[in-house]
Structures are given as structure tokens and as C-alpha cells.
């Protein structure tokens, strides 16, 4: 790879761990509040230009102001250390070093530094809390579920030994990816009752659109907003059985959804590009840490199991909306190697 010395020389002033408890040199947050900052102040971040952010009385918009350039100046440097660098020793190429391959090479078709920037802010905004939130649901569900974790623990060791997956060194896309439905269940129900986009905005253009429904027919206007309350769809007995609020991951592998039925990556032309992206993401950490451990509510001490549950159960209910549905409190877990 050619190195451009002006990439070399910013990396140098400003080099950074990207996961570590440091700002790098000028900034006042890290790498990860930077995106946890920005995801928590988004609405103002997209409805309002930054220069009014900047100077508003409100101190969360400022803060979203200031997050929103600190996680620009990220991208930048981790722009120009994954040209300098390219993956280090021992490491994959991630999806960075994707999108600046080729990137000094002018004779390709490659991408500017602004468009690298507004791909990742692209994947950090639709994909990062959206997968991130939708694996803690997952994670939670089974410590206060015993019953489905057992179920869930017992069909992954079967699909895993199936295609021989599972020790170190076996992990491949192309022989587990597609053979393990017992993740993709778990993360399909989890979806279900916590649907990261819990309204999905949609629109019909310049033709009216016709619904049908009950055995009514309905005719949309065109140019109407119409907001797809995917929680209600989720969670209306009439399509998922009186069952309906259990969380249960084999409803999944004895019956499939019908069209419309689960909307948690939505239906149609501009349904979610990334929904492959986030099985993918799901399934590897997933797979790899129940094939080694199981998980409990961790109890304080003296702490009844049944207070720990609900107090849970609690918290998983009090899910509000920030720019995905996420919880607002923690809950406390404990991985138990299995034996
Ligand atoms: C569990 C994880 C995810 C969920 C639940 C989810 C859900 C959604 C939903 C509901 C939409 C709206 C579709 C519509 O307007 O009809 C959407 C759009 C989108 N998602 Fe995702 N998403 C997830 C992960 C990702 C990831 C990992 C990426 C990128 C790597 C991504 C990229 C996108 C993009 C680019 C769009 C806009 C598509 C368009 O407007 O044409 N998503 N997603």
C-alpha cells in the first residue's frame, strides 16, 4: 500500500486507542462517548444546523453540537490510520479498511474522505445502537427467562456441532453463518418485543397507495406521511396468538412470520440495507458467547432472585425511544462458564 505522508503526519500528532478510557490529544470525550453522546442528542443534531446547536441556551444541544465534531474528527483519524496502516498484524481488515481501500489510488473509483466520513456515520447512526440495543435485549431476555435460555442453549450446541463450528479457529461465515436459525430465532424475537426502530417512517410519493385490511379497502392520498407503529404490529395477539408476549425464540422455528407481520428491519423498496450486516454482527457474538457461557441475574447479596426478576422485568417494560428503543437503566448479569 502507498502511504500518503500527509495521513502518516495526522496520525502521528493525534494517534489514539479507538476503545480505550483516553480523549485523544484536543478532545474532551473518547472515541466511544463521542457516539454514545451523539446517538442520545440526535433529533437535534438532524433537525437543527450545528451553528445554532453550537450557541443554544439548552446545554444538550451543545453537547450534541460538540459530540457531533469530536465524532467527526474520529472518523477522520481512524480514516487516515486505517490508510496508513491498513489491518495491523494478527488483525482483519474491518469495515473501514473496506471503504478506504484503494482510496489514494485516483485511478479507481474509490471514495473522498467525506464520503468514508458519511458512510460511517451512516453505520454508526442505523447500525451501531440499532444491533447494539438489539444484542442487550437479547442478553437480558435470557438471564430473566431461564426456560428459553435452556432451549436456546440446547438447540445452539446441536446446530453448532452440526457444522463443527465452535473451536477456536472455526469460526467461518460460509460453513456457520447460515446454519445456526437458534441465534437467528433469538435475535428475530428480541426484535419482535424490542424493535430497535419502533416506528417506521414511510411516505407514498405521488400516487395514492391502497391498504387493505380486515376486508376493508383503504386509499391512502399521495404525498402522505404514514408512520408504521411496529410495537403495536409486534405485539397484537390477532397475528402472533394469545402467546403473544411471551418471550419465546422457538415461535420462530415452528412457524414463520407472514408478510407484514414482523416489520423490525421493514417491508418493501427502502427496507433496511444492513439487516444481513446486523445477522451477521448478531450471530458472531451471539454463537461465540453462549458456546461458552450461560447467563444469570446477578443478585446482590441477600438479594431475593424473584425482586432481582422483576426489578428486571421492570426494566426491559420502562424501554423509552432515544434514536433506537433502548433501556435506561442497567441490569445487572452474570456470565457462568458452562461446563
Ligand atoms: C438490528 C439491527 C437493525 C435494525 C432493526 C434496522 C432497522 C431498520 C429499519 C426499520 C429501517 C427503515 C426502513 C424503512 O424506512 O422502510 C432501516 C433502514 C436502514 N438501515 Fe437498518 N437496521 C439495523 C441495522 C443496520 C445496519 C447494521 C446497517 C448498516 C451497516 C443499517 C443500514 C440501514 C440503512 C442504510 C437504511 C436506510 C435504507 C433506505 O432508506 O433505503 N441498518 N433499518
Not at 482483519?92 to 467525506?114: I, K, M, P, Q
Not at 385490511?213 to 404525498?223: D, M, Q, T
Not at 405485539?235 to 403473544?244: A, H, I, N, S, T
Not at 419465546?248 to 440495507?273: H, N, T, V, Y
Request: charged share 20%; proline share 5%; net charge negative.
Amino acid at each position: 500500500m502507498t502511504l500518503t505522508s500527509a495521513a502518516a503526519d495526522i496520525w502521528k500528532q493525534h494517534e489514539f486507542d479507538d476503545l480505550g478510557p483516553v480523549p485523544a490529544k484536543g478532545h474532551s470525550l473518547t472515541f466511544s462517548q463521542s457516539i454514545r453522546t451523539l446517538v442520545q442528542n440526535l433529533f437535534p443534531i438532524l433537525l437543527f444546523p450545528k451553528v445554532i446547536l453550537r450557541s443554544a441556551p439548552l446545554r444538550s444541544w451543545r453537547l450534541a453540537s460538540s459530540a457531533y465534531s469530536e465524532f467527526r474528527d474520529y472518523i477522520f483519524l481512524l480514516t487516515q490510520r486505517a490508510k496508513l496502516l491498513g489491518p495491523t498484524e494478527g488483525e482483519r481488515a474491518n469495515l473501514l479498511h473496506a471503504l478506504v481501500s484503494g482510496s489514494s489510488d485516483v485511478s479507481r473509483d474509490s471514495l473522498s474522505d467525506d464520503e468514508v466520513l458519511a458512510h460511517m456515520f451512516t453505520y454508526v447512526l442505523a447500525g451501531h445502537e440499532s444491533t447494539g440495543n438489539t444484542m442487550a435485549y437479547a442478553i437480558v431476555n435470557l438471564a430473566i427467562f431461564q426456560e428459553a435460555q435452556d432451549w436456546f442453549l440446547g438447540q445452539l450446541d446441536e446446530q453448532l456441532k452440526a457444522c463443527q463450528a465452535g473451536s477456536e479457529g472455526m469460526w467461518d461465515y460460509s460453513t456457520t453463518h447460515g446454519s445456526l436459525p437458534a441465534v437467528i430465532s433469538l435475535m428475530n424475537e428480541s426484535l419482535r418485543l424490542y424493535p430497535a426502530c419502533a416506528a417506521v417512517p414511510k411516505w407514498t410519493a405521488d400516487a395514492p397507495a391502497e391498504i387493505h385490511s380486515n376486508g376493508h379497502k383503504y386509499i391512502v392520498p399521495p404525498r402522505t406521511p404514514v408512520v408504521i407503529n411496529t410495537i403495536a404490529v409486534h405485539r397484537d395477539p390477532k397475528l402472533w396468538g394469545e402467546d403473544v408476549l411471551e418471550f419465546r425464540p422457538q415461535r420462530w422455528i415452528e412457524d414463520s412470520p407472514r408478510k407484514g407481520q414482523f416489520m423490525a428491519f421493514s417491508e418493501g423498496a427502502r427496507a433496511c440495507l444492513g439487516k444481513k450486516f446486523a445477522q451477521v454482527e448478531f450471530v458472531a457474538v451471539i454463537a461465540t458467547l453462549f458456546s461458552r457461557f450461560r447467563l444469570e441475574l446477578d443478585c446482590g447479596p441477600g438479594e431475593n432472585i424473584e425482586i432481582v426478576r422483576d426489578r428486571a422485568i421492570a426494566t426491559l417494560d420502562g424501554s423509552t425511544i432515544l434514536a433506537n428503543l433502548g433501556m435506561t437503566k442497567e441490569v445487572p448479569i452474570r456470565f457462568v462458564e458452562r461446563v
